[in-house]
């Protein structure tokens, strides 16, 4: 079967967050791109994974024309709680025009679809065997076989890696050219999903470990809680579960039907620089932050908006300004948050569970913690960095 070429402006790898926003970015500004995915629509649209859309995000979409894929599924940030040894310290944070939103990642990946398909966008599924070729010259293309076997030939002027940590784009980089920083913690999470009400809602620190409880809509739960590194989702039976939450709560819960359940390591990594040639990464590829953050969409939401940004200055006015500066504009900004997401990761684990850390930095966080709930002015950082506008 003889091969296919086609030209567009960008070809954007991955129809994740990070690739989907940024497909629609480039569409509603006249600039031509396709989106490539390896996987099924179905497949991408069932992927089980929790977010949220922090302020930050809520007020660039909305800037972008596209508020709508808020609409739906997605639930105001509701009221949560600190229960700390069982006792119960509701959260007043000084951030009183918080627009977060809890969003499961799949939700919000359905409407930035739907939206993009209606405006004409070109999203092609199960693209076999992707691989990118003369990413260091002026025309690189993009090859891959199609669902019906057929091999598609896509020649770009940029491509966007936007398929996750273990994609292809990150990979087609020489080795040499990429520094690796990244941090282990020593603890994992069992991540939960629960058909069943939110009830408490929030976060327990406890010696035992840490415990959440996160509402995904009126029936639905997101439950996490602390595990060892080399735990498996078969040491935690559905009773342990509900019974362990009731521990590190110190109260009664919402137990019902458990939907799945994984095991999810705790790791913090950037990658630098976040391009070469005509490849820029976007998104997971690019880094990741430990889920206690809530930074993930955050980050790929960044991403995709500077780099929009970069290719549509360039595209109009022929000005590369933005596309040279990308990698530096978003690092700035990714180690601000992984400084966050650092900092929130240790003080709720070591606040809790002296095992990790130690007696000495369990009432090192102790301490950090309660300056959050009694200083308006440490209040006002955290409000500012989990609304994602600091």
């Not at 709508?68 to 639930?75: A, F, I, K, N, R």
């Not at 000084?94 to 799949?106: A, N, R, V």
């Not at 109260?251 to 990594?269: E, F």
Request: hydrophobic share 40%.
């Amino acid at each position: 079967m003889a091969e296919t070429h086609e030209n567009t402006a960008v070809l954007i790898v991955g129809a994740g967050v990070s690739g989907l926003s940024l497909g629609n970015f480039l569409l509603r500004n006249g600039v031509e791109c396709v989106i490539v995915e390896k996987h099924s629509r179905e497949y991408v649209e069932q992927r089980q994974r929790a977010g949220t859309i922090d302020t930050f995000g809520v007020r660039m979409f909305r800037e972008w024309g596209l508020e709508e894929v808020l609409e739906g599924d997605p639930v105001p940030e509701a009221e949560g709680s600190f229960f700390i040894d069982g006792e119960e310290m509701p959260i007043e944070l000084e951030d009183d025009d918080s627009e977060s939103l809890y969003c499961p990642q799949q939700v919000l990946v359905r409407n930035l679809t739907d939206v993009f398909l209606r405006d004409g966008g070109d999203l092609r599924y199960e693209a076999a065997d992707v691989s990118l070729e003369g990413i260091e010259g002026e025309r690189p293309l993009v090859r891959y076989q199609d669902a019906r076997g057929a091999t598609r030939v896509v020649n770009c002027d940029f491509i966007a890696g936007c398929d996750g940590f273990h994609g292809v784009s990150r990979a087609s980089i020489p080795a040499d050219v990429l520094t690796q920083y990244s941090h282990e913690y020593g603890y994992s999470w069992l991540s939960v999903l629960a058909a069943v009400p939110t009830r408490p809602s929030g976060m327990a620190i406890h010696s035992r470990g840490l415990a959440g409880m996160i509402p995904r809509g009126a029936s639905a739960t997101r439950i996490y809680l602390q595990c060892s590194i080399d735990d498996a989702p078969e040491q935690w039976p559905d009773a342990r579960i509900w019974s362990e939450l009731e521990a590190r709560f110190g109260t009664d819960v919402s137990a019902g039907q458990i939907i799945d359940k994984r095991i999810v390591p705790l790791r913090s990594v950037v990658f630098d620089p976040m391009s070469y040639g005509k490849v820029y990464l976007l998104g997971d590829a690019a880094h990741i932050v430990p889920p206690m953050s809530a930074k993930g969409i955050h980050l790929a939401l960044h991403d995709a908006e500077v780099f929009a940004r970069a290719v549509i200055r360039q595209v109009q006015r022929s000005d590369r300004s933005l596309l040279d500066s990308y990698s530096s504009t978003c690092l700035r900004h990714i180690w601000n948050y992984q400084a966050f997401a650092t900092w929130i990761t240790d003080v709720m684990h070591n606040a809790g569970d002296s095992g990790y850390e130690g007696e000495f930095r369990k009432h090192v966080a102790r301490a950090e913690l309660e300056r959050q709930f009694s200083s308006a002015t440490a209040s006002k950082l955290f409000g500012e960095l989990t609304a994602g506008t600091n």
